[in-house]
């Protein structure tokens, strides 16, 4: 209870109002009021049953009990399992996990119709929980009534890396694969059933979320090829594209599912995957790390079905959801995925991408790639940096394999997507976001999928640039992560507002705000330019960065299995 008094900045009045309760279709939740934002906060509601036991490796179930009184919502839902314990886990980890937040203004019932953001965590698949501080919906909820345009934010736990993407020869074509995304469909199914009765609008959805949370986005536009079945209605995607994520096979999958058989001794059984579900959580749970997977661990697999066929072969095709798009990249995403090891010679760039980078780029590719991306510092990422190398970063080409490597998961993944996008929907919107992040002295502030470093109140560092991840500090409002600066604030409360109008009517355009076009309306594609005052303010640009780099890339992304 201290944390949730920690994290939503509770000032306690003398007298406390009374708490606020919902009747959904099971039955009635009591919830947390809080004064201080007039907000009324229903935390940890499930919205399918327990997934362990003979759920376990099944698609979601759903709930089939109903109760007299009340049940609380006043606390965050258990994360579902990953290796993160000591950040994950801060309210709980294991298999009755997925459950649902809603917060709202208060002052709504049933009639009032306010759409729906609907956050989808990142965490590379592999880790994450709506638990984190910096996923906190309290300040954007505030914001949207500050502008008059109130709206409810809701937010969910899904299952991540082998619990909710196991693939195998046993799992194929048993309807049970790529559970983390029917885990987020099955949410946005309760979403439409109980909405209403919080005061929300079932036909006003926005399915939104960040890094492998934006490739659920892009991967939900996709399922059945493009079938929304009425459960969203727009999308906002932070840097992910359906492409970015890999999509491999049983040939990969199935070595990793006989080794987990084996190691909970269920080898000799007839049906091993039936035998994986009497297998107690703890006992299945060391052997299940997507750090001993190798490679990228677990992520979603072309199955026939939910995902009937490649990303970039769906997207081309225009088999995907037809709806207002808002979507954009940072400008260094590279950085947090560059290297580790030093990249110092053309050589080690060479051999990096033709077997570091995890998509098998022959060597003629490569070597068109290295003139795309010359060794020029002045042209690397971190962006406008000059000169300078950042050799202790990664080495004395660190600028240079970062812009590729950003290129190749984000700018150019991004390119294509916006290009096919407003072919099939005018109301698509693209940014780049140009601020680097602030870092509190707690340690608060810009870094990858919510993990942060110390500092004392500064500028993240400069060799990490606009990095990935960056800007939902700037999304979501909390002081405390934006930074104290007034124009760090003030590029934050844009963006809200941007947001906001963008979940409401599909345009995030708006009296006050800097004009957003339309992608479209420019033949080269236009993007909106997210900074501070300071930088010159949020403008206009022809999407044509690295753009012979993003295009060539672009040629290869089904040969990435992508």
Not at 5 to 26: H, W
Not at 66 to 76: E, M
Not at 299 to 312: A, E, F, K, L, S
Not at 382 to 405: C, H, M, N, S
């Amino acid at each position: 209870m201290k944390n949730l008094i920690f994290y939503f900045l509770i000032l306690l009045p003398s007298a406390a109002p009374a708490a606020p309760t919902v009747t959904v279709l099971n039955g009635t939740y009591e919830g947390l009021s809080l004064p201080e934002f007039q907000q009324d906060v229903f935390l940890g509601i499930p919205y399918a049953r327990d997934t362990g036991g003979l759920n376990r490796f099944r698609i979601p179930q759903s709930l089939n009990e109903t109760w007299d009184g009340t049940r609380p919502a006043k606390q965050y839902g258990h994360a579902c399992p990953d290796e993160n314990v000591s950040s994950d886990g801060i309210y709980g980890m294991g298999e009755d996990c997925l459950s649902i937040n809603i917060v709202r203004p208060v002052g709504v019932d049933n009639s009032s119709k306010l759409p729906i953001m609907l956050w989808i965590h990142g965490g590379s698949y592999q880790v994450g929980t709506t638990g984190l501080p910096t996923y906190n919906l309290t300040f954007l909820v505030q914001r949207a009534v500050e502008i008059g345009l109130p709206m409810i934010g809701a937010s969910i736990n899904y299952r991540k890396g082998g619990w909710g993407n196991m693939y195998s020869r046993e799992i194929q074509g048993t309807g049970q694969t790529n559970l983390s995304l029917r885990d987020m469909r099955k949410a946005l199914a309760w979403i439409q059933e109980n909405v209403k009765a919080f005061g929300g609008d079932p036909e006003n959805v926005t399915i939104w979320g960040e890094s492998s949370g934006s490739f659920a986005v892009g991967q939900l536009l996709m399922t059945y090829g493009g079938r929304t079945d009425g459960l969203f209605h727009r999308s906002i995607q932070e840097s992910g594209s359906a492409a970015t994520a890999w999509y491999n096979g049983s040939d990969w999958y199935q070595p990793i599912y006989d080794k987990i058989v084996n190691q909970v001794n269920c080898s000799d059984t007839p049906d091993t995957l039936a035998c994986l579900r009497t297998v107690d959580y703890g006992t299945l749970y060391p052997f299940m790390a997507s750090s001993k997977v190798g490679g990228p661990g677990f992520y979603p697999t072309v199955d026939g079905d939910i995902i009937p066929n490649y990303p970039t072969e769906l997207l081309h095709s225009g088999r995907f959801a037809h709806v207002p798009h808002l979507y954009g990249t940072n400008s260094d995403e590279g950085t947090d995925n560059a290297p580790k090891g030093p990249i110092n010679t053309d050589a080690d760039l060479r051999d990096y991408l033709e077997h570091g980078v995890g998509f098998g780029f022959p060597a003629p590719a490569v070597a068109r790639i290295l003139e795309l991306y010359p060794d020029d510092p002045a042209q690397g990422i971190p962006l406008d940096t000059g000169a300078e190398r950042f050799a202790d970063a990664g080495g004395w080409q660190y600028k240079r394999a970062a812009a590729i490597v950003g290129d190749v998961f984000y700018h150019a993944p991004r390119l294509d997507d916006a290009r096919y996008y407003a072919r099939h929907s005018p109301d698509t919107y693209i940014y780049r976001f140009n601020t680097r992040g602030y870092v509190g002295g707690n340690g608060s502030g810009g870094g990858s999928n919510g993990t942060v470093g110390g500092g004392g109140g500064s500028l993240a560092p400069a060799y990490n640039g606009v990095a990935h991840y960056t800007e939902v500090a700037f999304v979501f409002g909390n002081p405390a992560y934006v930074g104290p600066w007034p124009g760090y604030r003030a590029l934050s409360e844009q963006m809200q507002d941007q947001w906001i109008r963008f979940a409401h009517h599909g345009n995030p355009n708006g009296e006050g705000l800097p004009v957003w076009p339309r992608y479209g309306d420019g033949d080269k594609g236009l993007n909106l330019v997210l900074q501070t005052q300071g930088q010159g303010g949020s403008h206009v640009e022809e999407d044509t960065y690295r753009l012979a780099g993003r295009e060539y890339l672009t040629q290869w992304a089904r040969r990435r299995h992508v």
